[in-house]
């Protein structure tokens, strides 16, 4: 707790506890953003030979440490919804195999995406409660039509933790891939992604890695790199890009296969600093501080008589805790009148999610606003 919170200028001002939503800037960006507008300035077409165009993998593997992928293995992207198109570009979906198994509480974007893919039967699992998704209810989702599992890591309503290596296990004894979304658990838990044995993962930048929007990221695992064939490619993706062939592609190796168009070259800039700083801290630290945070502010709901609509068990608790309040909107303005930053989505109330930057004094706060927010 309260760790690197002098890099963060934002919590000068705010109790900041919205970092599933945007993560804190740390000051170091606007010395990437410097450095990036200087190269420009200087160096002007030469940059691109200079690293500019390599960004699309450099900056990706500045990202594996943190989710436990090898070097090599993380293109670097716009979005979430791109990144998820490019994987949804590798299949050619036929009757026999043409289902795509989801949960409803999946983050929207990947769900409108797969609705949309040309020859999908969507299967979509039920959540009973609004929180949580049984793994065997997933595991029978699954069958022997099944081509794609596109999985939510940390759920980003409740913050619940699938069972992430059950799923994928089930899902490849069908014949099945797993693309499994990372957004909310990149930078706030430990795992490996090498370890889960998933085949895709996508995530984003803009919350606990702290590195700003325009930073998506997408991760093949290494063997079905030259395996598949994505269709949603570009001049990136070419084995020969300074040729400039006319007719199809010739695939490039590795990862750069997954690639399309011009680097987004200053947002990711931005975004190194957040992954830096999040690996100057620490999975495992930066974990440990959630669990203290997240256990803090359950008790603080449960002082408050508060419900929470997130898992106690903190095994299945990502960095996020959602107080179950109805008008969770008006309670969010009057948290933000009091300089308490957080947020709410509908039908899940008020989310709070602590980073190892934030310390008791933001926890004060926000109790202390949730009192006159509430009682009066
Ligand atoms: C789990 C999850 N996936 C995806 C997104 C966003 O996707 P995109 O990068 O396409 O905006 C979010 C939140 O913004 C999210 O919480």
């Known amino acids: 707790m309260d760790i690197l919170r002098d890099r963060f200028p934002i919590l000068d001002d705010y109790a900041y506890l919205v970092s599933h939503s945007l993560g804190a800037m740390p000051d170091d960006a606007s010395e990437e953003l410097a450095r990036y507008a200087l190269e420009w300035a200087t160096r002007g077409v030469q940059a691109w030979s200079e690293g500019w165009w390599e960004t699309s993998v450099t900056i990706g593997d500045e990202i594996a440490p943190i989710v436990g992928a090898p070097g090599g293995s993380i293109a670097m992207m716009q979005n979430v919804t791109v990144a998820e198109a490019v994987v949804a570009s590798c299949f050619r979906l036929h009757e026999s195999r043409n289902r795509v198994v989801f949960s409803e509480l999946n983050f929207p974007s990947v769900m409108y995406l797969w609705h949309n893919v040309p020859g999908a039967e969507i299967k979509q699992v039920r959540s009973w409660d609004g929180i949580t998704v049984p793994t065997e209810t997933f595991l029978d989702a699954i069958d022997d039509r099944t081509a794609v599992v596109a999985l939510s890591h940390v759920l980003f309503k409740s913050a619940y933790v699938q069972d992430i290596a059950a799923i994928t296990d089930r899902a490849h004894e069908m014949g099945a891939m797993v693309v499994l979304d990372c957004y909310q658990s990149a930078g706030t838990l430990p795992f490996s992604l090498t370890d889960l044995n998933v085949d895709f993962a996508v995530g984003g930048s803009v919350k606990w890695l702290c590195g700003g929007p325009g930073a998506g990221w997408l991760y093949v695992r290494p063997d079905l790199q030259a395996v598949l064939r994505p269709g949603l490619v570009g001049w990136q993706a070419d084995a020969d890009p300074f040729a400039f062939h006319p007719g199809g592609i010739t695939y490039a190796e590795g990862i750069w296969r997954f690639l399309s168009g011009t680097p987004n070259v200053p947002a990711w800039y931005a975004a190194r600093a957040g ?13 440990a501080s959630s669990l203290i945070m997240t256990q803090q502010v359950i008790e ?23 107080l179950g309040v109805d008008d969770e909107q008006r309670v969010v303005t009057q948290l933000i009148e009091r300089g308490v930053i957080v947020d709410g989505r509908p039908g899940a109330g008020v989310r709070v999610g602590p980073h190892f930057y934030n310390n008791h004094d933001d926890l004060n706060r926000l109790e202390e606003a949730l009192k006159a927010a509430l009682i009066g």
């Open 275 to 287: 992954y830096r700083i999040v690996r100057e801290v620490g999975m495992e630290t930066i974990r």
């Open 300 to 322: 603080m709901a449960d002082r408050l008589d508060i419900p929470i609509r997130t898992s106690r068990d903190p095994d299945l608790r990502g960095g996020t805790v959602t």
